[in-house]
């Protein structure tokens, strides 16, 4: 199992790279996929390479997409770059990567992934043949996400002067995980998460999608833990209920990225879901 490195697009200057995975076996369909990390850190490639050969040896590529981070970009600014990668994608990219024209294209993400994911699915959705989301949600104007976090106070305080040190005056994309993972703990105990993402002046939720929205949406496969500390389980709930053909698996779990964590006895099962997902799909 190969991956290349690629560039796609620039966007405000801002430089953009995607990795491609290869199936081991004659192609099904492509995922295009973007990484969990509060919109403010985080890895294109941080997709287990056991979930990889689940995909690979089902027939299924993987696209991983890079997108600049919070705060030193607004979610305007990354909900832009994250659409001209897609845009990129079907207008050049599927030739310039020797893919099948009109594979069947599916759009996934993981925790603030699965946002952006869902966002892309709404603005593509006559392309996009599913949509794919582990512990997400679509909706940023949720309360939970302008109070302090019970789970995250319990972790060392990150102070503001400590957070500004941590803030990059240009654009960020790559940055050592755990600086970048500070800046995210000091929105989740300080209840500003939506202030380090909205641009000044607007509301979080001009960038939520909406019932209607949803309800337009292509085949869903959701899943999520029961107890998520992180981002709220009821947002997989409602998205399940608004999107006309879903298939939603709450796990009894009580970690949030639980994938990353129980590989063997949580991640494999519903990876395994979701290829058989993914195969009805195709047929």
Request: hydrophobic residues 40%; contains cysteine.
């Amino acid at each position: 199992m190969e991956k290349t490195i690629f560039q796609t697009v620039t966007v405000n200057r801002i430089e953009l790279s995607a990795s491609l995975v290869l199936p081991e076996v004659e192609m099904k369909g492509i995922i295009l996929y973007f990484h969990g990390g509060g919109l403010i850190f985080g890895d294109k490639d941080d997709l287990p390479i056991e979930y990889l050969e689940l995909f690979s040896q089902a027939g299924y590529g993987i696209v991983s997409f890079d997108y600049p981070f919070a705060p030193e970009s607004d979610i305007e600014i990354i909900l832009k770059c994250a659409k001209e990668q897609i845009q990129w994608y079907f207008q050049e990219g599927v030739e310039k990567l020797s893919l099948q024209d009109g594979i069947s294209t599916f759009l996934m993400g993981r925790s603030a992934g699965s946002f952006l994911a869902a966002h892309l699915t709404h603005e593509f959705k006559s392309k996009i043949k599913g949509y794919i989301s582990f512990y997400g949600y679509y909706n940023l104007n949720d309360a939970h996400f302008t109070i302090p976090n019970h789970h995250y106070l319990k972790f060392g305080k990150v102070d503001e002067n400590q957070f500004k040190r941590l803030v990059n005056n240009i654009p960020t994309i790559a940055d050592s995980n755990d600086a970048r993972y500070l800046i995210y703990l000091y929105a989740r105990q300080t209840g500003r998460f939506q202030d380090l993402l909205v641009p000044q002046g607007e509301k979080a939720s001009d960038y939520s999608l909406k019932p209607a929205d949803l309800k337009e949406f292509p085949a869903t496969f959701i899943t999520a833990g029961e107890v998520d500390p992180d981002v709220p389980v009821r947002q997989s709930r409602l998205m399940a209920k608004y999107v006309p053909h879903s298939q939603l698996h709450i796990l009894e779990v009580n970690e949030h990225d639980f994938d990353r964590t129980q590989i063997s006895g949580v991640g494999i099962p519903i990876y395994t879901k979701l290829v058989d997902w993914l195969n009805t799909l195709i047929k």
